[in-house]
């Protein structure tokens, strides 16, 4: 498996509309345009810095993903993405070596990445995104 790079650190919030106030109005990072995630139950928006991004979570449903993450631990660090050369075989090298996939095979996520999660009790308590674009 080859790990190109941090590709972004993903932050759940109530309101992107809030986040941006910080993330753009107070830092100056540019902010790109939102996407509704419908499966996912969310809305995300990207912050390009440098190489990497950060990304904006909100939830469109109490019970997505992020919603639940909101309500149990607050607004804060959802997850870290690498970006990776192949991600298919990832997943399988992974999978070898005992780490608990949330995702099996890619799955569709924003901007057209193939993305999937592996499960945080794998990963020292992080939740973390492997992604290929």
Do not use: Q, Y
Request: glycine residues 10%.
């Amino acid at each position: 498996m080859k790990v190109l790079k941090i590709d972004h650190l993903g932050i759940a919030v109530k309101s992107i509309n809030e986040g941006k106030k910080f993330w753009g109005d107070l830092l100056g990072l540019w902010l790109e345009e939102s996407e509704a995630m419908k499966a996912e139950k969310l809305i995300t928006t990207f912050f390009p810095i440098g190489e990497s991004e950060i990304e904006l979570l909100e939830s469109t449903d109490p019970e997505g993903p992020i919603g639940r993450f909101l309500e149990k631990r607050g607004e804060g660090i959802h997850h870290v993405a690498f970006r990776v050369e192949n991600i298919e075989e990832a997943l399988k090298e992974l999978k070898e070596k005992g780490i608990r996939l949330i995702d099996e095979t890619p799955r569709a996520g924003a901007r057209g990445a193939k993305i999937a999660f592996l499960h945080p009790k794998s990963t020292n308590g992080v939740l973390v995104e492997l992604c290929e674009k």
